[in-house]
């Protein structure tokens, strides 16, 4: 008997996928969980550790940009009705139907979600247009392009919050931190942009010119009605980010309206994203109360805004940098090139939300290798151009 449930114990903890139990499933999907919110994991862990310095009290309840949160979430439901309802891929498609050259149709693919990105955020960018272009151009029997198109669709993206408001998610909280106007990051940040898309053009042109078969796109129909609640409800969120109409009152009729018009987004919405921002407002909050660490950060930021930002950003990405550093600095320029800047390097952090990609769709031929050195390559271009701008 004691045997019996011996073995049943260890069928219970086995990883081995043939002994029957689902254990094994278990344990895979529990580690891809870590894997795919690894950046959310170290936030909240960071949060947690500055509790102990700092207990709990209701000051905490002032940490958190709700406006940052809400805007961030309706966002993102809206964009997530529009992925589901196919627009993305079907304006993509009628876009590739008519081109026939290789270098032609990597150029496209990388710039459509550099474009999108501009309202979408570069993250959602990212997981919606990288295996659109993988299926495409496998599809199109150009499979030698996948990771040329993969890797510079990943630099193009990066640079939507450059030059956009809604580019990158953590550009809703320095809009409303910072009350920047729409076209401050265009005013201000204008020759980080054009040294960026510029590289990425040169970068294009290493394509070799050739025939290619159009990918075929098939024949889908956008539903009008659908697609036009969506885009106004766009344009709800983007006047409620600048203040035109209150967040607490767009934010709640277009929650209402999504549960209505698409509910399957609320179970499709990333969420890790949310709880990474509340974590690293958290962090915050408490490092400004208390003195050794708020006296620390102050000094060594200030004045270092740009190269500091950007190397920080190689340890712990651009988000929990966009988020914290700004409380100890108000040098926008520097620090806003800085957090940008850091967006690129060799950092696997900044990079791993395409690493995932890559497993998933089996992209080989030393793609991280790669990926990393093309990310060095932009990190020193864009660095040196934010030098001139800002010390010069």
């Known amino acids: 008997m004691e045997r019996k449930i011996f073995k049943r114990k260890l069928k219970l903890f086995s990883t081995d996928p043939h002994d029957g139990t689902d254990a094994y499933l278990r344990l895979l999907k529990f580690k891809n969980l870590l894997k795919n919110n690894i950046i959310v994991i170290i936030a909240v862990l960071g949060a947690i550790i500055t509790c102990f310095f700092v207990p709990p009290d209701k000051e905490y309840l002032n940490y958190v940009s709700y406006k940052t949160i809400l805007c961030l979430l309706s966002l993102m439901l809206v964009v997530r009705g529009l992925k589901d309802c ?66 510079m669709q990943t630099m193009a993206v990066k640079l939507s919050g450059i030059v956009s408001p809604l ?95 698409h509910p399957r987004s609320y179970k499709k919405a990333n969420y890790g994203v949310i709880i990474m921002f509340t974590a690293f407002f958290v962090m915050s909050g408490n490092f400004l109360r208390m003195p050794s660490v708020n006296g620390f950060l102050t000094k060594i930021i200030a004045g270092n805004e740009l190269w500091l930002s950007a190397l920080a950003s190689q340890l712990l990405t651009n988000n929990p940098v966009a988020l914290v550093f700004p409380t100890f600095s108000k040098n926008t320029v520097s620090l806003m090139y800085g957090i940008n800047i850091g967006k690129y390097g060799t950092a696997p952090l900044n990079n791993y939300m395409v690493m995932s990609l890559e497993r998933k769709y089996d992209v080989k031929k030393h793609f991280v290798l790669k990926l990393l050195a093309v990310n060095f390559l932009y990190f020193l271009v864009l660095f040196g151009v934010a030098a001139l701008v800002v010390y010069l």
């Open 86 to 151: 196919r627009f993305f891929g079907i304006m993509s498609g009628k876009i590739l139907d008519k081109i026939s050259d290789r270098r032609a149709i990597a150029t496209v693919l990388i710039f459509l979600p550099a474009f999108f990105a501009l309202f979408i955020t570069n993250d959602i960018a990212t997981i919606t247009f990288i295996p659109f272009a993988i299926i495409m151009l496998s599809q199109a029997e150009a499979n030698d392009l996948i990771p040329f198109v993969v890797i």
């Open 167 to 261: 580019g990158n998610a953590q550009n809703l909280f320095l809009i409303d931190y910072y009350d920047f106007d729409f076209f401050w990051f265009v005013k201000n940040l204008w020759p980080l942009a054009l040294a960026g898309y510029g590289l990425t053009f040169i970068m294009c042109l290493f394509v070799k010119k050739g025939k290619l078969n159009p990918p075929p796109v098939g024949e889908y129909k956008l539903p009008k009605f659908e697609l036009l609640i969506y885009f106004v409800m766009f344009v709800f969120i983007i006047i409620s980010i600048f203040d035109v109409l209150p967040y607490y009152i767009v934010t709640p009729i277009i929650l209402v309206v999504m549960l209505f018009v």
